[in-house]
């Protein structure tokens, strides 16, 4: 899909013009640079690899500072390839910004969700506890009650729901539609929330 690589700025509100509050979330999406070009003769598919943000030169591994070296372009934080591009339209070493989108589309947004550490079966999954506190109960409120078998099959079943860490998961939300573009400013304006923290990179999907 065509897209761009973008970096959440928080939630915010804007009015219609008919006077209604609509909430919406700000991504301060590209500039992005084309730093390679998928081709069928080559590649066998076409697409578009393009870099977001910056990175210092010392970090690069030597394949990825060739890549950015042979595209003589700044080295980039954050790799994607994009695909239903017209790549002939294209040239390595252009930018591409969010003027690719227009209010009233229909965006598909993915990022990594909000970490939330290690947690209980009562805010990982969902359970309610055992209940109240009578009968021998008063220290089992959150507990996630009994895991497995007894004499067969004696064993725990992979999948079984238990504590873990919970969050920080590829999550993906469609049918965003975006309100506003503020291209001066790199800046798109989607209706409602999407994954991720503050400041963490995202992914837009025409």
Request: aromatic share 6%.
């Amino acid at each position: 899909m065509a897209g761009l690589i973008g970096k959440k700025i928080g939630m915010t509100s804007i009015y219609s013009p008919d006077g209604a509050v609509i909430p919406v979330t700000a991504i301060e999406a590209g500039p992005c640079k084309i730093v390679s070009i998928r081709n069928k003769n080559k590649d066998g598919y076409e697409a578009l690899v393009v870099g977001f943000g910056e990175k210092k030169e010392k970090h690069l591994t030597k394949p990825l500072k060739g890549l950015f070296e042979k595209a003589k372009v700044a080295p980039a934080a954050m790799l994607k390839e994009f695909k239903n591009f017209d790549i002939a339209a294209y040239k390595v070493g252009d930018d591409l910004t969010v003027e690719l989108f227009a209010e009233g589309d229909k965006v598909k947004v993915s990022a990594k969700s909000k970490g939330k550490g290690f947690q209980g079966v009562v805010k990982r999954h969902g359970f309610s506890g055992v209940g109240g506190q009578t009968h021998g109960q008063h220290n089992r409120e959150r507990a996630p009650g009994s895991i497995g078998q007894s004499s067969w099959p004696s064993r725990v079943f992979k999948g079984t729901r238990m504590a873990g860490r919970h969050g920080y998961s590829q999550v993906t939300v469609s049918n965003l539609k975006v309100v506003k573009i503020i291209p001066e400013k790199n800046i798109i304006l989607v209706k409602g929330a999407i994954p991720g923290a503050i400041n963490s990179i995202v992914e837009i999907n025409k």
